[in-house]
């Protein structure tokens, strides 16, 4: 009631902001990983032939399972440092 329209508005614009730069965000990071999928399915590829084989495809999401709990992992143990 006894709010001004201008007061609420910068409060909604960082909103707006802060959502924005987080989807923009995650786009990135998704053509990222994307990338990266290419990149080391290619190497997979290169390195024992065909990834089209059951032990490649295994190899190959055990190895990038084990790279995502590494990274997240790290990353939670910095912001856990930084707090």
């Avoid at 960082?14 to 990266?36: H, I, N, Y």
């Avoid at 590829?45 to 590494?70: E, F, I, N, S, W």
């Amino acid at each position: 009631m006894g709010t001004k329209k201008g007061e609420e508005r910068p409060g909604l614009e960082r909103q707006v902001l802060e959502k924005l730069t987080s989807l923009v965000t995650a786009a990135f990071g998704l053509v990222a990983a994307l990338a990266w999928n290419g990149a080391v399915q290619e190497l997979f590829k290169r390195t024992l032939g065909t990834q089209d084989t059951l032990p490649a495809m295994v190899l190959y999401a055990g190895v990038v399972t084990v790279v995502a709990v590494a990274v997240t992992t790290w990353l939670g143990a910095a912001t856990h440092r930084s707090d």
